[in-house]
């Protein structure tokens, strides 16, 4: 596929260094690791450091996200590759105020070994108090008795809001990693894909796909998923992933939730907003009420075609967090 | 090209539809034309109406621009095809609140005719006071000479962003249509198409391109550009395309300029900041400095690939612009 890159093995140092030339009144790249962002905007109110992490290529994930109300700090991967231990260390030491740092990151095998290194080395080398919560939002990955095994996907962009929030509260770590936690409890994704994507360095697809097919519960890096079908209309693909979603964690009338359908690159926003239209239909027959939707691409997988839809269940303490306003390069709330 | 929708006659309104449903604490659809769409959130400040619209496709473009601190409302056409007269007028007659409405849209005959007439119903029928500004931006598509024969592209995201904070700061008409023109006669932009999309209805591509070409100064609508070559690496697009823009409006040493790295659809966040990138590199060279730049999808052309380059030169006036918050459903700046 067709790419505005200069040399492939330099398109993450170069998006970096645009990133920070494009928002240098919003980002700092350390000078101890070139990988390693903080942001200059932190709420005076934040004792416990926010950072977040994982490969690139998921932009606005996950540096897009560094901000005010959102995460102090990212840690950046290669293209769908966990970033090393060194750039996480760095950045926590960076953040921390003293009261502990928060890890946030999707479960995949690499992530959890590098933030698990780095987490120690904080702790042995550092005395700073870390505390891990995993982004395991995606439906089709694992069946439901093992969500812990899940993989994290479009979900975490609710887990980086509401962990924000909580540390904009001044909550202290116990009460942040709490938070975090629920809203990763509370969060429910499944994707479906229509086009893959590929990587610089090599120009393959990410994965094998009819011209008339989709593939439901596809992974953000081009896992399989758990069916290839015909590509169908957009209100039964609306249908197919609310009804998974819901199957996994039953919402009753009255409930209030938090809805996002992501791009996952190449997806024009008129299809989203399609998506979306459905979605919200579904849900208000069966009188869950939409407290707050985001529509767009939010957790992307380079140029890879299709969509997932993710839903929050929201309590009051969420809600607050939801409401949160948020100011970063690739998000802002009001 | 596989698309996320029902019926293809229905995009349109099925998009309308959800972007209402996910914005209701943003947006109104008019009793009177499903086709016109105007914000709940108004600065109290405002005297003069500001109206925006075009065809579908270009998402954010244009309905995402309504809100506080841009447009109060937007005319909506089928895929890249002018609304037509009623929703426009509808519009105007709802935002107008005796001071006038400004007419923003680009350069193309439909859209000239279209808002043409419905600016004379404003007038004879309505008694509304109608100026028009259009977006000339593309260096592509006519000299120099000729400016006000050029198409509009993603430059009128920067006239949008102006007009509707000279609205907000209580500007009468004239002064509102003296800050539009400004905006647009100082704003240029260039852009490189590497893949086209291809509309619901027909399924054929928007044009024919080779795999390892792209097409220099493409219009937003797969109009032909000057120039096709080989596909080059980022940073030499990035520079043609400076270069074409500089040898249009020289900027000299110690000039503040507003930057916008336009994604065509499905051009990948990470390619844009690596285009951005050199832009920052080359303006800096020269001693011109980039005293805000935008980086993204602003003015899309459905799952288009490629990317636009827009400078719009600043003065004081236009710097305040710039900076003026704003809150609408697709773009949000603090």
Known sequence: ???????????VEEMIEGYVMAHSDYMSQLPTNKRSLVTKKTDKNRKVGVLIGGGSGHEPGFMGYVGQGMADGVAVGNIFASPSPDPILEVTKSIDQG?????????????????????????????IEV??????????????EEKEKRRGIAGEFFIFKATGAAAD??????DVMRVAEKANAQTRSMGVGLTPCSLPQTGEPSFEIGDDEMEIGLGHHGEPGIE???????????ERLVQDILADEPLT?????????????????????????????LLNELGISIYRSYVG????SLEMGGCSVTIMKLDEELKQTVDHPVDC????QR
Chains 1, 2 share one sequence.
């Open 329 to 332: 390069p690739m998000f802002v």
């Open 1 to 11: 596929m067709k790419k505005l890159v200069n040399s492939p093995v330099d398109v």
């Open 131 to 144: 505390r891990k919560a995993l982004g395991t939002d995606d439906v089709a990955s694992a069946p439901k």
């Open 297 to 300: 691409d939010y957790i992307t």
């Open 169 to 174: 509260f001044g909550y202290e770590l116990n």
């Open 253 to 281: 009338g009255g409930d209030e939730v938090a809805v996002l359908v992501n791009g996952l690159g190449s997806t024009p926003r008129m299809e989203l907003y399609i998506v979306y239209r459905r979605v919200q239909q």
């Open 228 to 238: 290839k079908g015909k590509l169908e209309s957009a209100d039964r693909v609306a």
């Open 99 to 127: 009261s502990g740092v928060a890890f946030l990151f999707g479960n995949y095998a690499g992530d959890v070994m590098n933030f698990g290194m780095a987490a120690e080395s904080a702790d042995l080398e550092e005395d």
